[in-house]
């Protein structure tokens, strides 16, 4: 009981950390709980939050929320989605809370506007970090199909700007199709 007091706990503090210290959206949160709970804690594989992420990210909601109610269930079950929802939930909800006090005097200040500025750009490093690490990560595996869907997803949203709810649906169609398949032939080779 005390074990599980104390991952409760854990999760609890390092999803209001990491989402007290985010900013720039869901995308910027997810490389920071890999290495959280990957890198450092080591309570999941790499693989399996790389489909976490992909599940939250297709998944209606803020990706952020997504992936902590996904990340507290598999480690904690339902009391480790709850105690992560809480925990990501919280700090954005106590900031917008303070900054909607004061918003007219923040709109005016230049120094605030500055901040926000170089925000932008630090948050457009996260995010292209994660597409180098994640899109890394799916060509070390060297299995085409993964490569040839993430490629040609890239080219569909960037160059043909197809709509990436259709996008999503197409990958994860790919994905069912191709999980099906490879069970049905396990299967049969069992």
Not at 27 to 34: N, Q, R, S, Y
């Amino acid at each position: 009981m005390k074990k599980n007091i104390k991952v409760h706990q854990k999760l609890f503090t390092s999803t209001f950390y990491l989402s007290a210290f985010t900013f720039g959206g869901g995308f910027v949160i997810i490389p920071l709980m890999k290495k959280k709970f990957v890198d450092d804690l080591k309570w999941i594989e790499e693989k399996e939050m790389l489909d976490l992420a992909a599940i939250a990210q297709s998944s209606p909601g803020a990706v952020a929320v997504n992936a902590s109610i996904l990340l507290g269930y598999r480690i904690a079950g339902i009391s480790g989605a709850l105690i992560t929802i809480l925990g990501t939930v919280l700090p954005p909800l106590i900031i917008l809370s303070v900054i909607s006090m004061f918003y007219a005097a923040f709109r005016e200040n230049i120094v605030v506007n500055a901040v926000l500025k170089g925000m932008q750009a630090g948050i457009a490093a996260v995010i292209a970090d994660v597409v180098i690490n994640m899109g890394g990560n799916v060509v070390k595996e060297k299995k085409l199909l993964p490569i040839l869907v993430m490629g040609g997803a890239f080219i569909a949203a960037y160059f043909l700007k197809i709509n990436v709810m259709y996008i999503i649906l197409v990958c994860g169609g790919i994905g069912a199709i191709t999980t099906y398949q490879s069970e049905k032939s396990r299967k049969e080779r069992s």
